[in-house]
């Protein structure tokens, strides 16, 4: 079974930064794709940071909603099926929900992942 836990999680104020950690356990395809979404209050879940985890570097694939390029990084962790996102210069605009999410193949859209996080709340005030 497919578990995500999260961590990172807090409250900052506008500026500050956060970073989030998620972990992949029980996860057995050969290729995986993880990704951050966050859902605010009253709002749709979106798509805040995507990748394609590759063998190869040069093949990895990252996706970034508009409103966090340039702010926000996602990018491996060490230990294998791991995620980090940094996140600088926050806004109270950033304020959500954070959600990992894990799966073979997908990418960008949350209806493509089976596997989720419970999720961690970032706030920004």
């Known amino acids: 079974q497919v578990q995500l836990v999260e961590s990172g999680g807090g409250s900052v104020q506008p500026g500050g930064s956060l970073r989030l950690s998620c972990a992949a356990s029980?996860?057995?395809?050969?290729?995986?794709?993880m990704g951050w979404f966050r859902q605010a209050p009253g709002k749709e879940r979106e798509a805040v940071a995507t990748?394609?985890?590759?063998?190869?570097?040069?093949?990895?694939?990252?996706y970034y909603v508009d409103s966090v390029k340039g702010r926000f990084t996602i990018s491996p962790g060490n230990a294998t099926n791991t995620v980090s996102l940094q996140m600088n210069s926050l806004k109270p605009a950033d304020t959500a929900m954070y959600y990992c999410a894990a799966d073979q193949f997908a990418f960008r859209l949350s209806a493509q992942y089976r596997y989720w996080g419970q999720g961690t709340q970032v706030t920004v005030s």
């Open positions: 990748i394609y985890i590759a063998y190869r570097p040069e093949d990895q694939r990252t």
């Open positions: 029980g996860y057995t395809y050969s290729s995986i794709c």
